[in-house]
């Protein structure tokens, strides 16, 4: 049974999003020094950037814009895409348990069944696609830091300024955060799958009990 809706894992994590970019402007050090970023970066041996002049050097405000972007589409997709479809319909897929059904609505069903099926179900299909994208993204780049942290030393260079392309990846906050994030997906992954599932299984006894 699913404790946590996904619906509100995902509006959690898209406040919490915000918190950060607002924290990666104002004031980066809240995250980059963290507990959580400082022991990912010790365990790991994965080095931090060496710290901005201005913030206008500062690489986590391209960063702090990304999640302000990934948090609004997430917010857009949770407005958009009907969670409660599948229960608001329940009493027209049960047309002898409705008699104020019209009878060419009954026959559009009979017809209808896997459209029916499908679309009540799309707020699942799709965000089932967006976290399992996510998943392989954060996967790839936690990698990507990972495994190139031995070609990049922060005491080379002078300030974050010298820094340039994707070095500025391979750093213990973007690592963690990363990390982070690709197991936050996971579970929202799994919680998904649970309820559609969930949904799905009461859908079919409904159907066998008419």
Known sequence: MVMIS???LIQAHSVLLVVIAG???KSPEVI??????????????IVRLPPATSSAQSPFIFCAV????EALVDITLLSTLPFDALQEAMPYIRPTRNPNLASEDLRALERLPMYIAKSLTIYWNVWI?????RILAYTA????????????????????????G???LKNRTVFSFAFMEMMMWFWA?????????????KLLEDAKEN
């Open 66 to 69: 990304l999640l302000f972007v």
């Open 129 to 133: 696609s967006v976290a399992g994208s």
């Open 23 to 25: 924290y990666l402007i």
């Open 166 to 168: 994707f070095d500025r």
């Open 6 to 8: 996904s619906k509100t």
């Open 32 to 45: 980059t020094d963290s507990n959580i970023v400082f022991m990912f970066g010790e365990t790991l041996r």
């Open 189 to 201: 992954f799994v919680t998904l799958r649970d309820e559609r599932q969930d949904r799905l299984t």
């Open 141 to 164: 780049l936690a990698v990507y830091i990972y495994q190139s942290k031995g070609n990049f030393v922060a005491s080379q260079y002078g300030s974050v300024a010298d820094i340039a």
